[in-house]
């Protein structure tokens, strides 16, 4: 798509609607538990200051559900903000309304203004044309940055680029698309997919789309299960999509005629269940006894996995290997995440389990991208237009 970039737009003097993920957490006392996304966020805030643009800065947090909730509210983001960039951004109590315009003229050219959760409103996720006429009015000028919601066709996402004539990608926004692209249509071989998780049916279009593009693709997770029940191997009391089967075999069967390598577990971390780790053992696949569940994967299967990570040009990982909350159940999560870190291949990690998973092993600064997006990364790796980047198109 001819995606422009902010770095090619004249911003200086304009009044420009930033759509921003502040959708960060926050405890019961409302104070911010990781301000990743609000870091993010700050190379773009920072540019547009330097252009003298006048910033109205836009986001959701939660699921109030067209409600005002004062836990959801905004206000200690922009408290987070004016710390990050040394400069007070200013905050209004609404998104739309006289407040809002009054504080929007007041804006002086590298101000920062932060508008109140766009959810309040439930115009915002029913793309109702006449709230997303009432934020394009605030401005001369729209910047999306937020690759998170960009599979959500929202007012904030679709409606206000549609009815502002000059649009662009924020920089983070940029440098998400050119890195997906940059793994998927145009990878440094061999190309390799990590999936775990819990369900086949999570992952099903994304297989479907790219199989024909890997070389190889290593399975773990509850989701191996299926694919294992698949091609007669017994998995005990593991959790298992009996709908998705036809689908595993499908699949298997793809992967044979066009080349691409399916690598499922030969071994597994086996207990009575997830609360209960009485029994719990390492098994072959092919022996694991009827009343047990397979929670991570075993030592051989992670060498194997290792292998081919460390042998691969280009990796994307989505999806833990086993229950790694739980201490019995991590370490084949935290071996996946070392072979990656230990990869000299381009890695591309996106989903919030995933991210949590590299976190607690420690390895974040060796992944060459950590995607900021959950639903938007595995819509793209889908094949699917993204409404919040098809609506900058031009």
Known sequence: MAVKSIREIDIKGKKVFFRFDFNVPLDEQGIIKDDTRIRRALPTIEYAMRQGAKCILASHLGRPKGEKIPEMSLRPVASRLSELLGKEVQFVDDCLGESVKKAVDKLQDGGVLLLENLRFHAGETKNDPQFAAELA???????????????RAHASTVGVPDLLKVKAAGLLLKEELENLDRALSNPRRPLVAVFGGAKVSD???????IIQNMNSVLIGGGMANTFLIAQGINVGSSKIEEDMLAVAVEILETAGRTGCKIVLPTDVVVAAGIDDVTGCKIVDVSAIPADKMALDIGPRTVEQFRRVILDAGTIVWNGPMGVFEVDAFKLGTMEIANAVADSEGFSIVGGGDTLSAVRQAGITDKIS????????????MEGKVLPGVAALDD
Request: proline share 0%; hydrophobic share 45%; glycine share 12%.
């Open 137 to 151: 009015s605030l401005a001369d000028v729209y910047v999306n940055d937020a690759f998170g919601t960009a599979h």
């Open 203 to 209: 992952k099903i279009a994304i297989l479907r789309n």
């Open 369 to 380: 991208y950590i995607s900021t997006g959950g639903g938007a990364f595995m819509e793209f």
